[in-house]
Structure formats: structure tokens, C-alpha cells
């Protein structure tokens, strides 16, 4: 799970296994927002999931929002080894676009 | 597609130096951020700008400046270079500052204080 202050989470999976990674946040959100961050590149959006929507899909991604526990989810079915990647959630408390980071996953993919 | 281009890739300074950072984006997009990334850390926003002349603080803003003096480029300075600093900086851009938007970030910056 990540948030605040602490430290990277770390994961790693075999390939074709499917992962599962947590996020909880502290303020009120509309949106939460899916980055992934290949080494030495700047995050890229992945999926972003509103607070009318339980889950949401996208290819082998699903992210999932639970308001009432300000918590959101992101599950990769079939892990592949280009998969292998720092994933964060991100938060916008006051609506303005302003996004707060959580530390991030590692996620580890091996073949 | 448009893309965000941060220069310099790495800048190497002295302490006490001021260092600044530029952004350029050609997405024509009206808003611009400045996040710093610590290792093993997540993204913190230092300033964004909601559109040209605007400088808007973040959590992260003391010991830094910020410059929108066009809609295409943002830049951030570094007033007085400290080691415990060296990090990446990460620019972005959204169309527009509402909630939802994706931001678009460039490759980051790396900083290295000697």
C-alpha cells in the first residue's frame, strides 16, 4: 500500500501472474489518477478512475475506487516483463488539477 | 501528440549556486507544473502556473522561484543550490487545471550539487 510518508513499496511477481497493488489517500477526491514511471522517463497516466465509478477497466488493467474507505486499487492480469515499471496513484484534493503523489510500487516482472 | 521537453537532462551545480531549470511544452496546454522527485520518494509539487503570468505556490515552494512568461515554457530556479536537494525535477502540462485531466510530464532533470 502506499501513501505519505512512506517508503516505496516493492513488488515482484513471474511473469503471467497477476499483481495487485493499493493505494490509500487522507483527503476527499474526485478522481484518482494511475501513473506509471519506466526508469528514466518522466509518468505517464495510465488509468484514471472518478468517484461515480467502482472500477474501471482498461485492457489488462483494472483500477477500482472505494470512496468511503478512500482507497483505490490497480490489478494487472497476466503480468508481462515490460510490465516492470514504478507505479503511483495520485489524488486532487481541491479540484484544480493540483495532484498529490503517493511513494509508488515497484513492481518487478520476471520471466 | 505534443511533447514536453526539459533542459538540462542533468545540471551540475556548487552549493550556494543559483540554478534554473527550463521547461518548454508544445501541447498548447494552459497549465504548467514543477514536481520534485527524491529517491524511492513520490512526485511533490513545488509551483504550477495556471496560465501565462501566473505563479501559483505548491507544497514544496521555499528556496525556489518560478518564471511563465510564455504559454509554451515554464522555468524553475534553484535560489541557493543545497546538497540535501539533489534530486530529479519533473515538469508537466494539462489542458487546463480542472480535476481529471491527465498531465503530460517531460523526462525530468536531474540535479547534482557539489
Known amino acids: 500500500s502506499q501513501w505519505g510518508e512512506e517508503n516505496l513499496q516493492a513488488l515482484s511477481i513471474q511473469e503471467g501472474e497477476d499483481v495487485t497493488m493499493n493505494c490509500s489517500y487522507k483527503?476527499?477526491?474526485?478522481?484518482v489518477h494511475w501513473y506509471r514511471q519506466d526508469s528514466g522517463r518522466g509518468p505517464a497516466l495510465i488509468i484514471l478512475?472518478?468517484?461515480?465509478?467502482r472500477e474501471k477497466r482498461s485492457g489488462r488493467l483494472r483500477a477500482t475506487l472505494d470512496t468511503s474507505s478512500q482507497s483505490s486499487s490497480l490489478s494487472i492480469t497476466a503480468a508481462q516483463c515490460e510490465d516492470t515499471a514504478v507505479y503511483f496513484c495520485?489524488?486532487?484534493?481541491?479540484?484544480?488539477?493540483?495532484?498529490?503523489f503517493g511513494d509508488g510500487t515497484v513492481l518487478t516482472v520476471k520471466p | 501528440g505534443g511533447i514536453i521537453t526539459q533542459t538540462p537532462k542533468f545540471l551540475i551545480g556548487q552549493e550556494g549556486q543559483k540554478l534554473t531549470l527550463k521547461c518548454q511544452q508544445n501541447?498548447?496546454?494552459?497549465?504548467m507544473y514543477w514536481y520534485r522527485q527524491d529517491s524511492g520518494k513520490g512526485l511533490r509539487l513545488i509551483y504550477y502556473s495556471i496560465t501565462e503570468n501566473d505563479l501559483q505556490k505548491g507544497d514544496l515552494s521555499e528556496g525556489y522561484d518560478a518564471s511563465r512568461e510564455k504559454k509554451s515554457s515554464f522555468s524553475l530556479t534553484v535560489t541557493s543550490a543545497q546538497k540535501n536537494e539533489m534530486a530529479v525535477f519533473l515538469c508537466?502540462?494539462?489542458?487546463?487545471?480542472?480535476?481529471?485531466?491527465?498531465?503530460?510530464f517531460g523526462e525530468g532533470s536531474r540535479l547534482i550539487v557539489v
Open positions: 483527503t476527499y477526491t474526485t478522481v
Open positions: 508537466a502540462s494539462s489542458i487546463s487545471g480542472g480535476s481529471g485531466n491527465t498531465l503530460y
Open positions: 501541447f498548447n496546454h494552459d497549465t
Open positions: 478512475i472518478r468517484s461515480n465509478e
Open positions: 495520485a489524488t486532487d484534493a481541491t479540484n484544480t488539477g493540483k495532484l498529490t
